[in-house]
């Protein structure tokens, strides 16, 4: 029954999500915003800032740990490994689409439910609070993630436009495609998990909102870690990575449920 | 037999009293009107019976079910009608139904849909979004979805608050069908006329149980059983007449009516009219008189406040 129950909230959820223009337009575009503003940025710091970026300690800390990873990077030249070492952040950037878009579209999901007086109505059918939970994240995560792919492959035909082509196979590496497809995944049921769990918490959508922002902060700081060169995630440590957070998707899903209380929802929200 | 069984529940929230001490039965097939003022403790009876929210103290039973304990089952046999019709405006009247419809494992959802949608009156306009709906149509969606499982027990929480006279009207009109379908329906109201139209008994809460019977029986707790006698003009004469009868009790006079209290109301009716009659009066009818059941909510809810203080 509960994968039936999943399913069908899963699809009521992509009924409401893609008549209401607002959180269409944000799964719509918000990947492609993530997009272009990072690859300006890249773009930006590659044309103004140039090879004297890598004169820096931080940048050459970077980059020793990149050629350590990726040796191939060392026969580059300057200003080309600047680029790879750049381009390689991507990965990581993508990440922050699944996060965003939950902060957009999961917190609103109980909250609206709430005050349109269709969750009592709900938890007076025998749906499960995990099911209903599951159902809510998974509605979110699916097209979050499916963006992230697609923004992924824009990417790549981005940089290929821009004439960087050649450098995609020091980027396009198996990190790259365990942080796509393990960790990607992963970190958007987190994320989703995260903003319904603010959103049945919260009294309002602005305190919805405000619990699910915590999630960027541990993107943005991978980002961080990585390009200042205190560690460069190879493989093994994204693998590693995507298995701590699918053990924090589980972990998220039962304190989702323990929190959940139904009686207060149904009591004190007006 | 008996479908729903309180044993003095009780139910508080921090220091507020919501619900003190309810003991009450409501046998199968019968609908019950629960009145009470504004936080009278309806609204939590109802979702303690539904088992939304557990009681604080004491226990209830539905459809052989605890309600504090058997939540899930619980759940898949009583329907309810919330305060608010609770549904989804950007989604079809048929998707809304389906939705909740696919909760229940013992029914077939399709069929089921279009039964309530069509009983509902609603059909034509399935594939119309809900937003579209009047309040009317769309608390009658929401009555489709508290039924769409053919729940034993439907408890329906003011169900025709907030709508406009015709629409409410229209709610009656299914409550009465879904009586006549011997449903057991436990009816929160404001409405005291609505209650009497469609319940079998009525329960008057404020926060304690303040009376539980059948309207008749609970206006003849307060008003003592009367008889009207209706002239073609008031006599000082007749009145005299009739106050010497000893079968009376008490008379008044209310323009061309005579109020009057007998021994037995039955019993003492032909001879009250002969004696009249003899008196020179002439009689238009005779009937007994009838007090709104307003006046005896409103005793009620006033002795109410004076016991609890």
């Not at chain 1, 070492?85 to 957009?104: E, V």
């Not at chain 2, 008044?252 to 008196?279: H, W």
Request: proline share 3%; with cysteine; net charge neutral.
């Amino acid at each position: 029954m509960s994968r039936k129950h999943i399913r069908n909230i899963l699809l009521k959820e992509w009924a409401l999500l893609f008549t209401d223009p607002n959180s269409a337009l944000v799964v719509a575009l918000l990947p492609f915003l993530v997009v272009g503003q990072g690859i300006l940025y890249i773009w930006l710091a590659f044309r103004f800032a140039g090879e004297s970026m890598l004169t820096t300690q931080v940048f050459q800390s970077a980059l020793q740990k990149l050629v350590e990873a990726i040796p191939g990077v060392a026969q580059l030249p300057g200003n080309e490994q600047l680029l790879v070492l750049l381009l390689s952040q991507f990965n990581f950037f993508l990440l922050l689409i699944p996060t965003m878009i939950a902060i957009s579209v999961a917190t609103f999901s109980i909250v609206d439910e709430k005050l349109s007086g269709s969750l009592e109505a709900l938890l007076a059918t025998p749906v499960k609070t995990w099911e209903l939970l599951l159902g809510k994240a998974l509605a979110g995560a699916i097209p979050a993630l499916a963006m992230t792919w697609l923004s992924a492959g824009v990417f790549l035909l981005v940089v290929s436009g821009l004439g960087w082509g050649d450098l995609s196979r020091f980027v396009v590496t198996a990190g790259w495609f365990l942080t796509l497809f393990l960790l990607t995944p992963a970190v958007a049921i987190l994320s989703f998990m995260l903003g319904v769990t603010g959103s049945s918490r919260a009294k309002d959508t602005r305190g919805a909102q405000n619990s699910a922002l915590i999630i960027i902060f541990p993107m943005l700081a991978l980002i961080g870690i990585q390009i200042t060169g205190i560690v460069w995630f190879t493989p093994l440590l994204i693998l590693l990575l995507a298995l701590a957070v699918g053990i924090a998707d589980f972990i998220s899903l039962r304190a989702a449920v323990r929190l959940f209380r139904r009686e207060s929802i149904v009591v004190q929200w007006r | 037999m008996a479908i729903i069984e309180t044993f003095g529940l009780s139910r508080y929230f921090g220091k507020n009293t919501a619900v003190e001490d309810l003991t009450l039965t409501v046998e199968a097939g019968e609908i019950l009107g629960f009145l009470g003022p504004n936080g009278a403790g309806k609204t939590t009876t109802i979702r303690i019976l539904a088992g939304m929210i557990a009681p604080t103290k004491g226990h209830a039973i539905v459809a052989g079910h605890r309600t504090d304990r058997d939540v899930e089952r619980l759940h898949e046999i009583v329907g309810m009608l919330t305060q608010t019709p609770g549904l989804y405006d950007r989604l079809s009247a048929k998707r809304n139904l389906e939705y909740f419809a696919s909760f229940y494992p013992s029914i077939e959802a399709q069929s089921q849909v279009e039964k309530y949608l069509r009983l509902m009156g609603l059909w034509e306009r399935c594939d119309d979004k809900v937003g579209t709906f009047s309040k009317g149509m769309k608390q009658r969606l929401a009555l489709a979805r508290a039924l769409v499982h053919e729940p034993k027990v439907l408890f329906l929480d003011e169900p025709t608050a907030g709508l406009d006279p015709e629409a409410a009207g229209e709610v009656r009109q299914l409550i009465r069908t879904l009586r006549e379908e011997g449903r057991t329906i436990f009816l929160s109201t404001h409405n005291l006329n609505e209650a009497e139209m469609l319940c079998n008994r009525i329960a008057v809460i404020h926060t304690r149980l303040l009376a539980l019977d059948t309207p008749e029986q609970l206006r003849r707790r307060f008003f003592r059983r009367q008889i009207v006698v209706q002239l073609e003009a008031s006599d000082a004469k007749v009145t005299e007449v009739v106050k010497r009868l000893s079968f009376v009790q008490e008379v008044r006079e209310e323009g061309n009516q005579l109020i009057l209290s007998l021994t037995d109301s039955e019993r003492n009716r032909p001879e009250l009219v002969k004696a009249i009659v003899e008196a020179g009066g002439r009689v238009v009818a005779v009937s007994e008189k009838q007090y709104p059941l307003e006046e005896v909510y409103l005793r009620l809810i006033r002795e109410g406040n004076v016991n609890e203080s």
